[in-house]
């Protein structure tokens, strides 16, 4: 049987042993806190979860941060670009980022995609000038985006796209010429957005065409004072209407609403909008912008109507009452007659009549916050059968009438201009014609006759319009009456038988004489 020896190991070597394994974890420890965690960078300021690296001149982001932190502060440094690769590190709890007060002239598809659970982005006071579509698209949470002070004149329609939470934008002092109505209507629209501000732009004027189709509780955060809007009666009964229901953008910002006259260019002397009316808008244009908000609704006589409580309050919980013309309530879960009132506020006409014909009030209450409003919507039933029957039978009359004017006048002109002429040999009759034109104008004259020169009597003979009834033809040999269409042998006797021009008064004698003339023997 044989053994075997062992050496015993003395306690001194048995602790430098136990030593430097202890080194070795303790250095790869850190190595791996190190490279999971990261270190608090030395231009940096950390506090728990926060992390300020502001005014520190930096061109770029440090790659030693720690992964669990939710803000981070970039403001005041150098950062030109955000590409894909700006951000080196995936910071998942990040939830707060402001790179503010930089040098950023774009922004790339994908910069966002290690940082995609961030609610507060400020890129404000940077130098960008456009924005393409799309460079939000991976911040799917994303609340509140700041853009203001910065140089944008263009925004694609799809460069919000994708961040469906987005609440509130600010793009004031900028440089835009379009509101953006792309953000509430259209593929790309943001359901959620309360707050719009574009104050301090380059816009001339809004779509109102567009407007309408807004809700309320859009409008009332939309914020356009400081731009240099053309005077428009539109645009100012939409303010008013605005100012009168108490939105915050625009009562706040009263005396900032101006404007300018589109002939006005080289010296443009601003206007207030809001202000005692002075561009001196008529009720009609204000009336017809009201009509183009939604507030007047036309319906036919039998017809379903549905009519929207356009009300800004827009919380869970708020309760809607209509009050009809005639004073009667009606809430949701009653219906009265043909009315019914849905629980989101819409109220509904089953089959209109001309009795629905009023004012209608929407009263929403929300007891929760302790705000109410009040919308008035008027409401016009007519019957397009007998409206057009109507306006037919007012066009037949018209029509009638104005036929009869237009066959007077032609006869009238015909009876002036297309008259026969009593002679076929015009040359013959000459000194018969200016004898009886002297004649018919001391007819219709009770002045004397102008005598005209010998010379000038034949110049004038033809230039005098005479209105004769026609009468009977006189017996043979009675004188005075005169014949519409005497035959040839009365002619050629008067001319045979009066060899020189009667003058005007022996004209005017032998006229208004009754007694026959008889000739000489």
């Given amino acids: 049987m044989s053994s075997v020896w062992h050496p015993i190991s003395s306690p001194d070597s048995i602790r430098k042993v136990n030593c430097k394994k202890l080194v070795c974890l303790l250095v790869f420890a850190i190595s791996v806190c190190c490279g999971v965690s990261g270190m608090c960078p030395a231009a940096?300021?950390?506090?728990?979860?926060?992390?300020?690296?502001?005014?520190?001149?930096?061109?770029?982001?440090?790659?030693?941060?720690?992964?669990?932190?939710?803000?981070?502060?970039?403001?005041?440094?150098?950062?030109?670009?955000?590409?894909?690769?700006?951000?080196?590190?995936?910071?998942?709890?990040?939830?707060?980022?402001?790179?503010?007060?930089?040098?950023?002239?774009?922004?790339?598809?994908?910069?966002?995609?290690?940082?995609?659970n961030v609610r507060y982005l400020d890129l404000s006071s940077n130098n960008l000038k456009s924005l393409g579509s799309p460079v939000f698209q991976e911040l799917r949470v994303?609340?509140?985006?700041?853009?203001?002070?910065?140089?944008?004149?263009?925004?694609?329609?799809?460069?919000?796209?994708?961040?469906?939470?987005?609440?509130?934008?600010?793009?004031?002092?900028?440089?835009?010429?379009?509101?953006?109505?792309?953000?509430?209507?259209?593929?790309?629209?943001?359901?959620?957005?309360?707050?719009?501000?574009?104050?301090?732009?380059?816009?001339?004027?809004?779509?109102?065409?567009?407007?309408?189709?807004?809700?309320?509780?859009?409008?009332?955060?939309?914020?356009?004072?400081?731009?240099?809007?053309?005077?428009?009666?539109?645009?100012?009964?939409?303010?008013?209407?605005?100012?009168?229901?108490?939105?915050?953008?625009?009562?706040?910002?009263?005396?900032?609403?101006?404007?300018?006259?589109?002939?006005?260019?080289?010296?443009?002397?601003?206007?207030?909008?809001?202000?005692?009316?002075?561009?001196?808008?008529?009720?009609?244009?204000?009336?017809?912008?009201?009509?183009?908000?939604?507030?007047v609704h036309e319906a036919q006589v039998g017809e379903r109507l549905i009519v929207h409580c356009d009300t800004k309050i827009s919380d869970p919980g708020t309760n809607f009452v209509w009050i009809s013309p005639d004073n009667q309530f009606l809430e949701p879960d009653k219906t009265t007659e043909h009315f019914r009132v849905f629980h989101n506020g819409s109220l509904e006409i089953e089959e209109a009549q001309y009795e629905d014909t009023g004012l209608y009030s929407c009263i929403a209450i929300n007891k929760k916050r302790l705000l109410n409003e009040t919308i008035e919507v008027r409401i016009n039933v007519s019957n397009f059968t007998v409206d057009r029957f109507q306006s037919h039978e007012t066009f037949n009359t018209a029509f009638t009438t104005l036929a009869a004017c237009v066959a007077s006048i032609i006869l009238v002109l015909l009876y002036l201009y297309l008259t026969p002429c009593p002679c076929r040999c015009k040359s013959k009759g000459r000194k018969r014609k200016l004898n009886q034109s002297n004649t018919h104008a001391s007819i219709l004259t009770s002045n004397p006759p102008v005598e005209f020169p010998a010379d000038e009597k034949k110049a004038s003979t033809g230039k005098r319009v005479v209105f004769l009834e026609p009468v009977k033809e006189p017996k043979p040999g009675q004188n005075g009456k005169v014949l519409m269409f005497p035959n040839e042998n009365i002619i050629a006797e008067s001319i045979l038988k009066t060899p020189r021009i009667k003058s005007d008064s022996d004209s005017m004698n032998s006229v208004f004489s009754d007694t026959p003339f008889m000739p000489p023997s």
């Avoid at 803000?71 to 150098?78: A, F, I």
């Avoid at 574009?198 to 001339?204: F, G, V």
């Avoid at 100012?236 to 953008?249: Q, V």
């Avoid at 260019?265 to 939604?294: M, R, V, Y």
Wanted: glycine share 4%.
């Fill in 44 to 116: 940096c300021i950390c506090a728990s979860d926060i992390v300020s690296c502001t005014g520190k001149n930096l061109s770029r982001v440090p790659s030693t941060l720690f992964k669990h932190i939710k803000r981070l502060d970039l403001s005041h440094n150098r950062i030109g670009v955000l590409d894909h690769d700006w951000m080196p590190i995936v910071l998942e709890k990040l939830n707060t980022l402001i790179v503010s007060h930089n040098s950023i002239i774009s922004i790339s598809t994908g910069s966002f995609s290690v940082i995609s």
């Fill in 142 to 295: 994303l609340e509140v985006l700041l853009l203001y002070n910065n140089h944008i004149a263009q925004i694609d329609s799809a460069a919000f796209g994708g961040i469906y939470k987005l609440q509130k934008l600010y793009l004031s002092y900028n440089a835009l010429s379009q509101f953006p109505i792309e953000l509430y209507i259209g593929k790309h629209k943001l359901s959620e957005l309360v707050l719009l501000d574009i104050s301090y732009n380059r816009i001339r004027s809004i779509p109102i065409q567009f407007i309408s189709l807004v809700p309320a509780k859009h409008l009332s955060g939309i914020y356009l004072h400081g731009n240099p809007f053309y005077c428009d009666c539109t645009l100012y009964s939409i303010l008013s209407f605005w100012y009168l229901r108490h939105f915050s953008s625009v009562e706040d910002f009263k005396t900032e609403y101006t404007c300018v006259l589109r002939s006005d260019h080289k010296s443009p002397h601003k206007l207030p909008l809001l202000q005692d009316n002075s561009l001196n808008c008529s009720e009609s244009t204000i009336n017809g912008s009201f009509h183009a908000l939604g507030f």
